[in-house]
């Protein structure tokens, strides 16, 4: 089972972030960064559900090679993001990547770049081209997330052109469970078909 949350932090005071990072600090690497609120809240829901899930209180996270962070010694996986004043974070015993993005003005050029043929035509016939276009980002950066390669991965390597109209679909080996809540797309991918909101 895969369990995803999310939080908005706009409420959240400059002195409740302190007492977060301090509360938290000792389970990140050095290398692990500390210092942006929204990353902070992001490290401060996933130990959250760390412990509350599966128990677990004593962990180190730190980061591998490409810099995707992971918990030593241990059978669990996560995968966390941050957009404007949403967090996004998903826990499971399976790898995971999870993606949120603020829903805004979608960008041509970006598009072209990034996305594949399909997609871009996709986007020129949708019907809400600012939803489809930011939802089409959060499936294509939770899949590199997932391999754990970032935008570096290309995002054009993927294209999810015939799913954009499905919250929930199979494709490239993955399960993929996609949502909106206000002005933010979500996406959380696994080999675990499971998926849960954790509340």
């Given amino acids: 089972m895969i369990y995803y949350c999310y939080k908005n932090i706009s409420e959240i005071s400059d002195e409740q972030y302190e007492k977060m990072r301090q509360e938290i600090a000792f389970h990140f ?80 050029k970006v598009a072209k770049r990034f996305f594949t043929e399909k997609e871009n035509e996709l986007l020129l016939r949708a019907e809400n081209e600012d939803e489809t276009f930011f939802k089409l980002w959060t499936v294509k950066e939770s899949i590199l997330k997932y391999h754990g390669s970032g935008i570096s991965g290309g995002l054009s390597t993927y294209d999810f052109s015939d799913c954009c109209d499905k919250e929930k679909f199979n494709k490239h080996g993955l399960t993929f469970t996609t949502f909106k809540k206000d002005k933010y797309a979500f996406s959380v991918c696994s080999t675990d078909a499971e998926s849960c909101l954790y509340e």
């Fill in 29 to 108: 690497s050095e290398r692990a960064s500390m210092k942006r609120k929204d990353s902070i809240c992001a490290k401060y829901l996933l130990c959250n559900m760390l412990e509350s899930l599966f128990g677990i209180s004593e962990y180190f996270i730190s980061p591998d090679e490409n810099g995707k962070l992971f918990i030593d010694k241990s059978d669990i996986f996560f995968s966390i993001s941050h957009s404007k004043d949403m967090i996004f974070c998903a826990v499971g015993t399976k790898q995971i990547g999870c993606d949120v993005q603020e829903i805004t003005k979608s960008n041509g």
